[in-house]
């Protein structure tokens, strides 16, 4: 888990310094994204009493995903390194045992932790995570995965609207999630080999037509 976590807490910091080189210090509102991205997973999960409505799983695990995005980057502070920062994430989850509470009410005490403390607490992070169907491998794979996407879009024409979303009749997260499941999760180079192996499809698909 320490080094799993290392590498995500590393992903994150790059993909936030995209957005400002000095982001650690601008001490954004991250607590405000977690609790709102927690009531956009209620919507998906459902909570309307009045009207019939079925759980959107897949997209709930998504918002948990996104929730996980904000929250590790809740967790930076100038001068504590990534190995600190890991190892005191993984210290509080050790040998976490969960309280029972369905997705609704997971999600209500992150959003209630995060209104109250301004920050973000990994065990509430936790209960959800599990509520949600996920575990802490499944969580990994899926960051690691659309963390790198993202900068693959980008590094590939995604702004300027050359890159080709649908690679030979199938969305390039189709692609992600074959090729993830061929790859070893617990590999120290497991983003680059998720990196390595988008580039070779893409390449693959545009050579073909």
Request: charged share 25%; hydrophobic share 40%; net charge negative.
């Amino acid at each position: 888990m320490q080094q799993a976590l290392e590498n995500m807490l590393a992903m994150q910091h790059r993909m936030n310094t995209r957005v400002h080189e000095q982001w650690i210090q601008q001490n954004f509102a991250w607590y405000r994204a977690i609790w709102i991205e927690c009531g956009e997973l209620v919507e998906h999960y459902g909570y309307k009493w009045w009207k019939k409505q079925e759980p959107d799983m897949e997209q709930v695990r998504l918002e948990v995903i996104d929730i996980w995005h904000f929250g590790m980057s809740a967790l930076f502070t100038p001068g504590k390194g990534l190995t600190e920062m890991a190892a005191e994430i993984a210290a509080e989850v050790a040998g976490f045992s969960p309280q029972g509470l369905d997705v609704r009410e997971a999600t209500e005490a992150l959003a209630h932790h995060s209104l109250e403390t301004r920050s973000f607490s990994p065990t509430c992070f936790w209960e959800l995570m599990l509520a949600s169907g996920l575990d802490f491998d499944s969580l990994y794979s899926a960051y690691v995965g659309k963390n790198v996407l993202n900068f693959f879009r980008q590094d590939n024409g995604y702004k300027d609207g050359s890159y080709i979303k649908n690679w030979q009749g199938r969305e390039d997260n189709e692609h992600l999630v074959e090729l993830i499941a061929e790859l070893d999760h617990q590999a120290e180079d497991f983003a680059e080999r998720v990196y390595s192996a988008l580039e070779q499809r893409y390449r693959e698909a545009a050579l073909a037509g």
